[in-house]
């Protein structure tokens, strides 16, 4: 297995396409925060809405964690960039996220030691485990991400192994879908407490599924070791100033955030700036198709939904590898800055999605006559939630990626294989 570039004596400027294990071992690494943010965006609302919480309350614990989440990824690019050790912070990160993951849902803990279940205590209580969970989250996703810039300069193995990991991602949704029917098929809920007996189990049973593939991460991938003096590039830790003068920071960043906000199956093929923004536009102008059937799909044709759901997972596959990579031609060569660029477009992430589900939820929640009106003929909340706002997002990350200038710097090496 060969877990770097060997710049002693290749040349730098014709960087090697880097081996399937390695692809393989790095693509596992995010698998824990997969499975956990899945369950998290799954089930979080339902489960702290079935224990007693408002829609509203529920809405608040998660935005806390998002913002935490926004912020933490900012300060850990920072620090990573600053002290490096990828797979240091990587592993900090996934054993906070496990531990605070299993508090989110077993239960409020102060509520026990002050002897009070007010809501005002409830809300606190989960809010601040979100938080720390955000944390932990956003140490291993930005480690994680970042890492793939200094495993390899070739343009094409980075976009192989952000689509291995995206690839794991869908592993570990479909991983939960699976846990979550086998729990509830087997656990039945005629109780308060069997109903949260059974969000434990399925977020026991995705912790450690996630560390079991965290484990594989850290055994079969060594610390990356092409960091610095790359093509005569400085010691010096590249400054924040740097990327805010990049009209390219800004376009990135916007796309990243309207991807995400859509929200993951790439070929094998040599890949150049150009094709990255054909495949996002494809996948961008395939969600608004689909987000426009969401909208109007009448509620009689509603077996329509499977086929938009498999369109989906095609534009979303399509969308979010694309969108990841363009932030590794953002960073190039500049590796010194590389976690910093990661931490700051993933902070628009954080707070951008939270603010969504925090409106929506509440929006929804808030009055019934509100929802009764939207709801004349066959429109709703949920169908300008789920339709309309991936479909706006979708078509603006199409307008900007269309004025970017992608260029890749080793269009030599994009003709070799993309593998070893």
Excluded at 209 to 214: A, E, L, N, P, T
Aim: with cysteine; proline share 2%; hydrophobic share 45%.
């Amino acid at each position: 297995m060969r877990n770097d570039v060997e710049n002693d004596d290749d040349d730098d400027s014709y960087p090697k396409p880097v081996g399937r294990r390695c692809v393989f071992y790095y693509g596992v690494g995010h698998m824990l925060n997969d499975i956990t943010a899945a369950c998290w965006f799954t089930y979080l609302l339902l489960f702290l809405t079935e224990i007693g919480l408002s829609p509203r309350d529920a809405a608040i614990a998660m935005l806390a964690g998002q913002i935490a989440d926004g912020f933490a990824t900012v300060f850990a690019g920072e620090l990573i960039d600053r002290f490096g050790h990828f797979k240091v912070w990587h592993g900090a990160g996934s054993i906070l996220v496990a531990i605070s993951f299993s508090s989110v849902f077993g239960g409020c803990l102060p509520c026990k030691i002050l002897a009070s279940c007010s809501s005002v205590v409830e809300t606190v209580s989960y809010s601040t485990s979100a938080a720390i969970f955000n944390v932990g989250w956003a140490a291993t996703q930005v480690s994680h991400m970042s890492m793939v810039n200094c495993i390899s300069l070739n343009s094409s193995s980075r976009v192989v192994m952000t689509s291995c990991r995206n690839a794991f991602t869908m592993v570990a949704n479909l991983s939960l879908y699976a846990v979550a029917l086998v729990v509830f098929s087997s656990i039945k809920a005629t109780t308060h407490a069997d109903i949260e007996n059974q969000y434990r189990w399925i977020a026991y049973t995705s912790i450690f599924i996630g560390c079991c593939f965290v484990g594989i991460f850290h055994l079969g991938t060594k610390e990356p070791r092409l960091k610095i003096c790359v093509h005569g590039t400085s010691n010096a830790r590249i400054s924040w100033a740097y990327w805010f003068k990049k009209v390219l920071y800004y376009q990135v960043g916007l796309v990243y955030m309207l991807t995400r906000l859509v929200q993951n199956v790439s070929q094998e093929m040599s890949w150049t700036g150009q094709r990255l923004k054909a495949y996002y536009s494809a996948g961008g102008i395939l969600w608004v198709f689909c987000g426009a059937g969401i909208l109007f799909l009448p509620r009689n044709m509603s077996a329509f939904m499977y086929v938009i759901s498999v369109l989906i997972g095609i534009a979303n596959a399509l969308m979010t590898v694309t969108g990841v990579s363009m932030q590794s031609i953002l960073v190039g060569s500049d590796l010194n800055g590389c976690a910093f660029v990661y931490g700051s477009l993933s902070f628009l992430d954080k707070i951008s999605c939270g603010l969504a589900v925090f409106a929506l939820q509440s929006f929804q929640s808030s009055s019934p006559k509100t929802e009764e009106a939207l709801s004349t003929d066959y429109f709703s909340v949920t169908r300008y939630g789920l339709g309309l706002l991936p479909a706006v997002c979708s078509l603006a990350g199409v307008a900007i990626t269309y004025t970017m200038k992608l260029q890749t710097q080793d269009s030599k090496s994009l003709m070799e294989p993309l593998l070893e």
